[in-house]
Structure formats: C-alpha cells, structure tokens
C-alpha cells in the first residue's frame, strides 16, 4: 500500500508544479480542449423526435420505460416499499439458509434444479444488502442532488421539482429490474471476485433467448458507454462541483486553481480505489450515512425554521409544474423535461449503472437486491433532491433571482453570478451561519463518495472489455483520476454536457436488456415472495 501511495504522488508531482507554475490560463486550456469532445458527445446522443420544444428520444425511452415496467409489476415502488426496507435491515436474512427455517429444501427449485442439487448461491458475493445499497446510493447521491437540483430550478422554476419527483417515483420500478437481473446474471471468479451488471445480463439473458449476437453488441457498446459515464457523471462532474465550492470558500482567482485543486482530489481517490468493492463498500457504508444525514438535517432545519413557507412552495411546486412562469422554459414540456432530465441524472435510473454494485451482494435470491435497490431513487429524488429544492424556493421567495435567467443555468444574486452548487450555497448561507463552509464539506464528501463509486463502475466494464489483469486496471485508474483533473478546470457546462451525454448514452443498450428479460424479473420476484412466506410458515 505504501509503495502503490508513493507512486500516486510521484505520478502527481510534476504535473502539480507545473499546475503552479503557470500564471494564467491552464484551467482555460484544458477546457478549450474538452468542450469540442463534449458538445460532440451531446449532439449525438440527445437527437430530437420533437421540436419546438426540443424533446430528445432518449428521455421518452427512459421515462416510457419506467411507466411500463411501474405497470406491469404492479407498482412495486408502492407494494414492496416495506419489504425492501425489512430486506436491508435484515429481517429476511433467515431465507437465504434453506434448512432450519421450515422450509423444505424441495419447495425451492431455481430453473428446474432442485436445491439439493445446485450450489448455494448465498455463499456468492462480497458485501452485504445494506453495503450494497450504500456502495450504489453513493453513486447515485452527490451533487446532481445540490448542483442539478440549482440547475433545475435555475432552468425551469419551482415546477422542475414536481417532474424530478414524478421521474424519481417511476424510477423505482427501473431500478428494482435493472438490479434483479444485475444479481441473476452475475459472474463470480475463482477467487469469489463478483462480476456484473448490464454487460453481463445483456449478453448471457440474450443469448438465452437466441440472440447472441445482438447480446455481445448491446453489451460491448453499455461497457463502452458506461465506461464514458464513470469518467463524465460520476467523475469530472462531481470534481467540477467540488472545485467550485472550494474555489469560492478560500477566494481563489488562479486559472489554475481548478487544476490543482482536482489534482488533490485525484490522489484522495486514487488512494481509495485501489482496495476494489470491499475497500469501497466499507468506506461508502460509514460516509453515506453520515454525509446524507448531515444534509438532511441542515435542509430540515431550514425547512423547519421558515415552515410557514412551506405550503407556498409546495404549492408553488405544483402549479409551476402545469403552467411555468420561467421564461425561455418552452412551457409545460419545458419544464417537464428539465425535471425529468435532472433527475435521471441524479438517480441513474434506467442507465444500469447502479446493478453493478447490486451484484456483489451475497444473496441466493436475486429479487431480494432489486427490492432493495428499488429505494435508491426514492431517497436520492424524492427525499434529498426535493428538500434541496424546498430550500431554494423558500430563499427565492424574497425575489432574490430570477427563475429560467438568461437559459444558461447561472442566475445572478445581488450583482454576483452563480451557478450549480453556488446557488444552493447561498440559499443555505441565508439560514445557517458559516453554511459555506459546512456545504463545501458536504459537496466534496458527496463528490469523492460518487467518484469512488463510479470508479468501480466504470473498471467492471472495463475488465468487461479488456480483461481482468493487474495492468488493464491500472490503465483504467489513471484515466479515471485524470478525469478529476479535467472536471476541476473544465467549466460547468462543457464537463455537465459531456456527462449527461455519457450517461443517458447507458440507457440506449441496457434498454435492450431490460425489455428482453423482464419476464425473468417477474419469475425470480415471485420465488422470492414465496420464500419468505414459506419462512413465516
């Protein structure tokens, strides 16, 4: 470990000086580089099937394809809300050991093979339903919850938040299929090492069906693509973020203070992410708790302290949603997928990232982890991204910007302009003292939690695609913490269009997936069900 550490540093060093040594323009630099690469990225993946306003395709899949499957199995985001939190918390954990539980090893038969008979998939996996769900809900939660929940509402007004919660609900449904078939369809070295995700139950559910050849392709271009989305959303956009904050709370000018700032960053990560899931899950499950509590907490007592406001902004919430009054906004559709845009951003629902780490989990009982991961959306949207929202709302009610602004996501505030996390910065410093502070804390916790989830993200597609050897996931690492340099000296919206790009470009392939193999869900979602009604038995 110390020698890995050193190399970090030594790797580092030069480029930091060099960072220092220049007295104007590298941030400038790197950003007039990348923008070409991002606006490229942006045009080809959000094309139209609508104009006047725009409405990209890739938005009417995702949130098509979260209608059908909310249908279909019934609301299970309503259902088997209750069983997915007794599901974390351990109380099912009895029916992942057949025997001694009044259940008789013939009642369960996976695909014809009665238990007797198959190996005992419980014993797979590395971290538990709970490490699971924090490992993917650090993914999910970071700054899209402050940064695009600003954006949003800079964007689109109040009503943006009523579609982001309406995305966030309907995403539950996607999330628990995604993940069922990330557990179903997993591969497990000879070491134990768990391998999954979309690229795996896109290939081998294909090829169950006689589509082998579409599986190989849909597969290959989700590991291309998710590998694009591990280095834009849930990397450079989250050192983006981060750098802001930092750059505002320590007054720094430097145009290149964004590049050395992100060089940090890249060595906190790169220290992390060498230890792999368990090293992961075991930070993310004592981070995430803490950092989304403390966040929680300060909106609740903004929220709590100005409380008479909060059934104006509800209701603000609500008719904004129907009849905007952002200008440029493009009217109800405007609104709408400003909303829904930002939060399948936030919770990822749809782009299959997140049954990745959902994989890992040691279950015999796929549908188990999709219950469980049927909650990630419903905290990142509908609990934080909401709250932050009610925040920003209740600070503009003395009119201290202008909703929709000049369309390009920044707003001015008493002459100064800000954008993303510096909006929510300055609403949070309205009611709570030394809040700069405590928010800059909070996004880079938010943001490092996030990138050292993606990271192992974006090395499982990686291996996916060029093995699972020491040296291809060294090459994969250091293009990942260059990544965070580029994000700190980058501007907002070369590196947020560069990553919403990436990670709606997921959605494409790993919808193949998950409109092929639904029926799947459905079969492993009622032997499940049955399991623990045979436990209570």
């Known amino acids: 470990m110390k020698y890995k550490l050193l190399t970090f540093f030594t790797m580092f060093l030069p480029l930091l000086t060099f960072a220092q040594e220049q007295e104007v323009g590298l941030d400038q630099k790197i950003d007039q580089a990348f923008q070409p690469i991002s606006d490229f990225f942006s045009a080809i993946i959000f094309f139209n099937v609508w104009h006047d306003p725009d409405i990209p395709f890739v938005l009417v899949l995702l949130v098509g394809s979260a209608l059908f499957f909310t249908i279909y199995f019934g609301f299970p985001n309503i259902r088997y809300f209750g069983k997915a939190i007794n599901t974390v918390r351990g109380k099912y954990d009895e029916v992942e050991g057949v025997e001694g539980h009044g259940i008789e090893k013939s009642d369960l038969a996976i695909d014809g093979d009665i238990v007797d008979t198959i190996r005992d998939e419980s014993e797979e996996g590395e971290v538990s339903h709970f490490q699971a769900l924090a490992t993917a809900v650090s993914g999910t939660v970071g700054n899209g919850n402050i940064a695009g929940v600003a954006l949003a509402i800079a964007l689109g007004g109040p009503g943006a938040t009523f579609w982001m919660i309406v995305c966030g609900l309907l995403g539950m449904s996607t999330k628990f299929v995604e993940c069922t078939l990330g557990v179903q369809y997993r591969d497990v070295g000879e070491d134990g090492t768990v391998y999954g995700g979309p690229m795996y139950y896109i290939s081998k559910g294909l090829k169950e069906r006689g589509f082998t050849t579409l599986g190989k392709i849909a597969a290959v271009v989700f590991a291309i693509f998710c590998i694009g989305g591990s280095f834009g959303g849930g990397n450079a956009a989250q050192s983006n973020q981060a750098t802001i904050v930092i750059k505002d709370l320590m007054g720094l000018t430097s145009d290149s203070a964004g590049a050395i700032i992100g060089l940090i960053l890249a060595l906190v990560v790169g220290v992390i992410i060498i230890g792999g899931i368990k090293r ?258």
């Open 280 to 537: 992961i899950a075991s930070v993310t499950e004592k981070v995430v708790p803490f950092m989304a509590g403390m966040y929680v907490l300060a909106c609740l007592y903004i929220i709590f302290s100005n409380f008479s406001y909060v059934d104006d902004a509800i209701a603000l919430i609500v008719s904004e949603a129907f009849n905007p009054t952002a200008m440029g906004v493009g009217g109800v559709i405007g609104v709408l997928l400003v909303g829904f845009k930002r939060a399948a951003f936030s919770n990822e629902a749809g782009a299959g990232s997140a049954s990745i780490a959902h994989s890992a989990v040691k279950t015999k009982y796929s549908a188990s982890e999709g219950l469980v991961a049927l909650l990630e959306p419903f905290i990142d949207t509908v609990v934080i991204c909401t709250m932050t929202a009610i925040v920003i709302i209740i600070f503009n009610f003395g009119g201290s910007f202008e909703y929709g602004g000049d369309g390009s996501g920044s707003v001015m505030i008493d002459g100064v302009s800000y954008e993303g996390a510096g909006i929510t910065s300055v609403a949070f410093a309205q009611y709570i003292p030394y809040s700069d502070v405590f928010l800059t804390i909070a996004v880079v916790l938010f943001a490092v939690s996030t990138m050292i989830s993606w990271s192992y993200y974006g090395l499982q597609s990686w291996k996916y695609l060029f093995g699972r050897g020491k040296t291809a996931d060294m090459v994969y690492k250091l293009m990942f913490l260059t990544f965070i340099v580029i994000g700190a000296a980058a501007s907002m919206k070369s590196i947020w269009a560069f990553s919403d790009a990436m990670i709606f470009a997921m959605v494409f392939p790993n919808m193949v997936g998950l409109f092929f193999l639904f029926p799947v869900v459905k079969k492993q979602l009622k032997r499940y069900l049955d399991a623990i009604k045979l436990a209570k038995a």
